[in-house]
T-cell receptor, first 114, second 113 residues
Framework: AQTVTQSQPEMSVQEAETVTLSCTYDTSESDYYLFWYKQPPSRQMILVIRQEAYKQQNATENRFSVNFQKAAKSFSLKISDSQLGDAAMYFCAYRSMAGNQFYFGTGTSLTVIP | DGGITQSPKYLFRKEGQNVTLSCEQNLNHDAMYWYRQDPGQGLRLIYYSQIVNDFQKGDIAEGYSVSREKKESFPLTVTSAQKNPTAFYLC????????????FGDGTRLSIL
């Protein structure tokens, strides 16, 4: 089974600054999908961004972007111009092309300091 | 609006009791999932189903059971064999296409009385 590792249990960032959350994964597959989810205190899981492994261009969604390094099996999330509403738990997830299973990291708790 | 509905939001279980968590989706998704979330442990897969009348065990299936009699519904029963059921439970669904993410319900918080 694939494993997803988020090595930063907690991170903090000043409002309006930039923060990067790290995610690494282990796989022998050549094609797959990667996702970042946000879980605010309401505990609702919200999709932030997605990346397909065969696409070299890094995905971007407004203030959120990824740095996808396929050879290094790294998929970090960059949040620019951080806002108070960005405070949440962030989960990295891997989806295999071979089936419907998703594999999640243990999450990073992000605090935004006013 | 399409979405996933989990009920109840809060549930209490007595010792030795089975309880059932409901999950209904109107997204016409083929695959459905149940996760357990404990502090510091992320999401752990309990069961998933790719199609009606078929389901597979996840990493922590012991003490749980599911059914998938309808495409829209995937109830989870927490049996008395599950000795530590206190957790937050999330139901999710996805289309059977690998570029599609999971959609999640709002969760059920289960506690022991």
């Amino acid at each position: 089974a694939q494993t997803v590792t988020q090595s930063q249990p907690e991170m903090s960032v000043q409002e309006a600054e930039t923060v990067t959350l790290s995610c690494t994964y282990d796989t022998s597959e050549s094609d797959y999908y990667l996702f970042w989810y946000k879980q605010p205190p309401s505990r609702q899981m919200i999709l932030v961004i997605r990346q397909e492994a065969y696409k070299q261009q890094n995905a971007t969604e407004n203030r959120f972007s990824v740095n996808f390094q396929k050879a290094a099996k790294s998929f970090s999330l960059k949040i620019s111009d951080s806002q108070l509403g960005d405070a949440a738990m962030y989960f990295c997830a891997y989806r295999s092309m071979a089936g419907n299973q998703f594999y999640f990291g243990t999450g990073t708790s992000l605090t935004v300091i006013p | 609006d399409g979405g996933i509905t989990q009920s109840p939001k809060y549930l209490f279980r007595k010792e030795g009791q089975n309880v059932t968590l409901s999950c209904e989706q109107n997204l016409n998704h083929d695959a459905m999932y149940w996760y357990r979330q404990d502090p510091g442990q992320g999401l752990r897969l309990i069961y998933y189903s790719q199609i009606v009348n078929d389901f597979q065990k996840g990493d922590i299936a012991e003490g749980y059971s599911v059914s998938r009699e309808k495409k829209e519904s995937f109830p989870l029963t927490v049996t008395s064999a599950q000795k530590n059921p206190t957790a937050f439970y999330l139901c999710a669904s996805s289309r059977d296409r690998v570029n599609q993410p999971q959609h999640f319900g709002d969760g059920t918080r289960l506690s022991i009385l």
